[in-house]
């Protein structure tokens, strides 16, 4: 019996250095290298999937990625209150509850996590001609500290807060970063750039399941449906070249990359 029961321990070490060892090409394409992800609603609720997305973060950090995430307020309600403009009301949400909750959730793992609005260090501007535009500064500074900047979608104003489109600031940060990759929800409105990976954050694990070509999920583990993790059609390695946004989005199951466009 003490002998099946060590056959059976060294049999799965065997698998556990198998897995591990098998995630070290994927290691190696991100090492050094930005990950800039929208984090989508079912990571952005209460449960198990907030709580997978912080653990697969804290994984790329402490593997050497140099992940990114930016946020809106979810599926909370923004309400103004009397008087109250809708950027200031979308940054009480975003960043005093949505983004507290999910830094909270990556510091289980080591103190890594930071919160920041666009606002901050102006990240995020939204000009006096509505144009989107970003400086990477602080959360290059974040990065070399060896931090996860998560970024409430806020960006600074001539007259204070306005809303952000998170995939448009997602965009524009992991053009400013030269990213590896640009992670979007596949709910994910316009449907985003030109060769981002649009995923399904209902899926357990989603980011390192697509990142390093783990395993697709059970049907149990996305309520019964057959829902594919995603994978990636291109070659890690490869750097991601922001493209200009255009409307509607790809075919096919799992993972949907999304065709690349002429610049303007």
Known sequence: MAGTAAGGA???ALRTVGALVGVLPGISSLYGGAVVVVAGRAVLTPGALGEAFAQDLAFLRYSGAR?????DAGAEPVRRAPGEDEGTALRTVAAGLV???LVGL???HGPLAVGITGEDGHTLTRTASGDLVADPGVLRTLLDDGRVPV???VAHGEHGPHPADVVTAARLLATHLSARRLLLPSDAEPAGPAGATLLDMAVPHVLLRTLYGLDTPTPDEVGGAHTHAPRSS???TDRWVAEEAREGAPTGPGVRKLPRVGRR
């Open 10 to 12: 060294e049999r799965e």
């Open 67 to 71: 992940p990114v995430v930016v946020h």
């Open 99 to 101: 983004q507290r909750r």
């Open 106 to 108: 990556v510091n289980a």
């Open 151 to 153: 970024v409430a979608a």
């Open 234 to 236: 291109e070659n890690p």
